[in-house]
């Protein structure tokens, strides 16, 4: 079955401190893997794709088949950091559909 | 602005009501995607269009839920004898192809009481 895994709903992290958001999935196939993010009254938006390999604001992820996840890293936080962080998996060519997880909170304390 | 809009950005319904929801995305992006997100949970995919034809329902969408991309353009879902349970956020999302999946709208809110 396709699935997404994020065991934290809530993650408090000093400003400053490393961010590691986890996330694992189940996936039969070879998985496309993506982070989103809302940031408070905004709309949902991409922020990474692993097959891009980029860092955006400073985050990174790497897919790890073999633990088959796909962890949210960043080395130091930052207040706008705050926000509900999506991890996502793509559910193959023909069906094209995304399925999320359930989110984590991220919240960056002064 | 140029991005996916939904409209009404809120609804509120008596239970046993129907009704539509509207979703324009951007321009020339032949796809359509239609998401329903709970409180505390993650957006779940409910269907998607390429152009006009609808090419996946999911399991969540009943009877009750019907979707049309009339010319390929603008989408409409519609809800028929609305229940609680239907109260959600109804997310919309667009894309040219496979490789873009980061246009989302803001969303319409359901409340049925």
């Known amino acids: 079955a396709q699935r997404v895994t994020q065991p934290e709903k809530l993650l408090s992290v000093f400003k400053g401190a490393p961010v590691e958001l986890k996330c694992n999935y189940s996936?039969?196939?070879?998985?496309?893997l993506f982070w989103y993010v809302q940031y408070s009254r905004q709309r949902l938006q991409l922020l990474l794709r692993?097959?891009s390999r980029e860092s955006i604001k400073g985050f990174t992820a790497d897919l790890n088949k073999g633990e088959t996840s796909f962890h949210l890293k960043k080395p130091f936080a930052q207040e706008e950091d705050s926000a509900m962080y999506y991890c996502?998996?793509?559910?193959?060519?023909?069906?094209?559909?995304?399925?999320f997880g359930k989110g984590t909170r991220l919240h960056i304390l002064p | 602005d140029t991005g996916v809009s939904q409209d009404p950005r809120h609804k509120i319904t008596k239970r046993g009501q129907n009704v539509t929801f509207r979703c324009d995305p951007i321009?020339?992006?032949?796809?359509l995607y239609w998401y329903r997100q709970t409180l505390g949970q993650g957006p779940e995919f409910l269907t998607y269009?390429?152009?006009?034809?609808?090419?996946?329902k999911s399991r969540l969408l009943s009877d009750r839920f019907s979707a049309e991309r009339p010319k390929g353009s603008f989408s409409t879902l519609e809800i028929q004898r609305t229940e609680q349970g239907d109260s959600a956020m109804y997310l919309c999302?667009?894309?040219?192809?496979?490789?873009?999946?980061?246009?989302f709208g803001p969303g319409t809110r359901l409340t049925v009481t």
């Open positions: 269009f390429q152009n006009e034809a609808q090419l996946e």
């Open positions: 996502a998996l793509g559910a193959g060519n023909r069906d094209d559909k995304i399925i």
């Open positions: 999302a667009s894309s040219p192809g496979t490789s873009e999946k980061g246009n």
């Open positions: 996936y039969s196939g070879s998985p496309e």
């Open positions: 692993h097959i």
């Open positions: 321009s020339e992006h032949n796809r």
